[in-house]
């Protein structure tokens, strides 16, 4: 009986001590979760963020009479197109001065994969007219889609530009 309670008795010092180190982390975490303060963006300026991921086209041909022919029946596709995609082109101005302008290649290790675009702008708080392009077809000679807009940015704004292929326009959040 005696030597249960001092096996209790050390147990609980390990129970309590554990207790204590438990209660020391959490409040050394909330502490550090308020303190030092940290601020991605200067009070008085906002963030534009252009983050979008879209598909490049394909070159494809025409085939020939001759090699239709020669592909049994189940394989005679009217086109054949290369696996992999065309480089994106994305352009952004704001207020006439270019800010992007990259080439996006695919990805995937045959660059079957969607082009993918990511960019942070901090900028001070205003008025801004910013103007976006793309290209995403390799046979044409200017841009697919082209959009302007005039925007207010707020101090501490976030302003995210998100391209959706389905309907092929830029959308602000």
Same mark, same amino acid.
Request: aromatic share 6%; net charge positive.
């Given at each position: 009986?005696?030597?249960?309670?001092?096996?209790? !008795?050390?147990?609980?010092?390990?129970?309590?001590?554990?207790?204590?180190?438990?209660?020391?982390?959490?409040?050394?975490?909330?502490?550090?979760?308020?303190?030092?303060?940290?601020?991605?963006?200067?009070?008085?300026?906002?963030?534009?963020?252009?983050?979008?991921?879209?598909?490049?086209?394909?070159?494809?041909?025409?085939?020939?009479?001759?090699?239709?022919?020669?592909?049994?029946?189940?394989?005679?596709?009217?086109?054949?197109?290369?696996?992999?995609?065309?480089?994106?082109?994305?352009?952004?101005?704001?207020?006439?001065?270019?800010?992007?302008?990259?080439?996006?290649?695919?990805?995937?290790?045959?660059?079957?994969?969607?082009?993918? !675009?990511?960019?942070?702008?901090?900028?001070?708080?205003?008025?801004?007219?910013? !103007?976006?392009?793309?290209?995403?077809?390799?046979?044409?000679?200017?841009?697919?889609?082209?959009?302007?807009?005039?925007?207010?940015?707020?101090?501490?704004?976030?302003?995210?530009?998100?391209?959706?292929?389905?309907?092929?326009?830029?959308?602000?959040?």
């Amino acid at each position: 009986m005696r030597r249960a309670l001092q096996g209790l !008795a050390g147990r609980g010092r390990h129970l309590v001590m554990g207790g204590i180190a438990t209660l020391a982390l959490s409040a050394a975490t909330a502490v550090l979760s308020y303190w030092p303060e940290w601020q991605s963006v200067p009070e008085d300026a906002g963030l534009i963020r252009l983050s979008f991921t879209h598909p490049g086209g394909r070159v494809c041909r025409d085939r020939t009479p001759e090699e239709l022919a020669a592909l049994p029946p189940n394989m005679r596709t009217p086109q054949v197109c290369e696996r992999r995609r065309a480089p994106v082109r994305v352009e952004m101005d704001i207020d006439g001065a270019p800010v992007v302008a990259a080439d996006l290649p695919p990805t995937g290790l045959a660059g079957s994969g969607p082009s993918r !675009a990511y960019k942070r702008l901090v900028l001070p708080a205003g008025s801004y007219h910013v !103007a976006l392009r793309l290209r995403d077809d390799p046979l044409t000679a200017g841009f697919s889609h082209e959009h302007n807009r005039q925007v207010v940015l707020e101090p501490g704004q976030n302003l995210a530009i998100d391209f959706r292929s389905a309907t092929g326009e830029f959308v602000f959040h």
